[in-house]
């Protein structure tokens, strides 16, 4: 690993950014970091292996700023919970933030989170709104809404309500307390995580009502993989059951039945409209329900039964694959 530069030794925020073939995007994303209205930070950017021009980029940026808050670790790669977990442990700050490489903070989102956080030390995580983004970076007109401002460990198992991995910011005795991010998921491993931190700590989840994030949405990334992400999401569950055991069957069935919600909706953005519908069919069984109670699964179900033409039409400008 190799530093280019140094950073404030004690900073307020360290901002950790995983970085893995993200060429045409990491420039926008260091740069919303270091662009932040709130300065007391350092930027650590995890080069996970990189195998097109991201550690060229970076070092492009490095030169042009010449800002010592910026930290630039390569490592083979390891995925992205080795990437984060690599930041974690060179961080110094008290509030450790997670911005992926393909996404953006709005320059106002470090300043709002720390203020709330400062105010009440019993928050562990916070988070805010999201802006969908489209892979060129335009906005779609959708959002994602973080509906439940104090999500207890329940409601974290029924739903990641963080919502994306470039959301959240956590105090840093989380981690000492909860662990790092599971190495061995390569999806889901911020749901699980989160949920570690809720069950084995006291801190409390805290939702900031204000669009602060954007989230880019490429149906060319891992992330769209809804095979990888049905594994993933297994696996996840089958830790969280076995490390929890007095919580309630229905809420892991709950939170199975969302993550196949999610697979569903991922198969039909990119194509697989038959294997959404089985995975539609897979969170009904688990919580027959949902279709009444849910209008992000109505609205798959709805995607799904639409003629090939309309799907078409409607793609562009909802941000996904037709």
Request: with cysteine; net charge positive.
């Amino acid at each position: 690993m190799q530093n280019v530069a140094a950073a404030p030794v004690h900073p307020a925020l360290s901002i950790v950014i995983p970085a893995y073939n993200v060429a045409p995007y990491i420039r926008q994303a260091v740069l919303s970091a270091l662009d932040q209205s709130f300065d007391d930070t350092e930027i650590i950017v995890v080069d996970d292996g990189s195998t097109d021009a991201t550690a060229e980029i970076l070092a492009a940026i490095a030169r042009e700023r010449r800002d010592e808050r910026l930290h630039i670790l390569h490592q083979a790669n390891a995925g992205l919970s080795g990437a984060r977990n690599t930041g974690i442990l060179a961080a110094r700050g008290h509030f450790i933030g997670f911005l992926d490489g393909d996404d953006v903070w709005l320059p106002e989102k470090a300043a709002r989170h720390l203020h709330l956080m400062r105010g009440d030390p019993g928050i562990g995580i916070s988070f805010s709104h999201s802006e969908y983004i489209t892979e060129s970076g335009n906005p779609t007109g959708a959002y994602l809404r973080a509906d439940k401002p104090h999500p207890t460990l329940h409601d974290m198992i029924r739903r990641n309500h963080v919502g994306n991995g470039s959301n959240a910011i956590v105090r840093r005795d989380c981690f000492d307390r909860a662990g790092l991010f599971r190495p061995e998921l390569r999806a889901c491993e911020d749901y699980e995580l989160w949920c570690r931190i809720l069950h084995r700590t006291r801190y409390r989840a805290v939702a900031i009502p204000q669009v602060l994030t954007q989230y880019r949405m490429r149906l060319t990334s891992l992330s769209y993989d809804h095979r990888k992400f049905v594994r993933q999401a297994d696996a996840a569950m089958h830790y969280l059951r076995a490390a929890m055991p007095a919580v309630p069957v229905e809420i892991f069935a709950a939170g199975h039945a969302e993550h196949y919600r999610i697979a569903a909706w991922k198969a039909a953005s990119t194509g697989s409209h038959a294997a959404g519908a089985r995975l539609l069919l897979r969170a009904l069984r688990l919580r027959p329900s949902l279709l009444l109670t849910d209008r992000r699964a109505a609205a798959t179900g709805i995607w799904l039964m639409l003629p090939g033409a309309a799907r078409r039409m409607l793609a562009p400008r909802l941000g996904v694959g037709g």
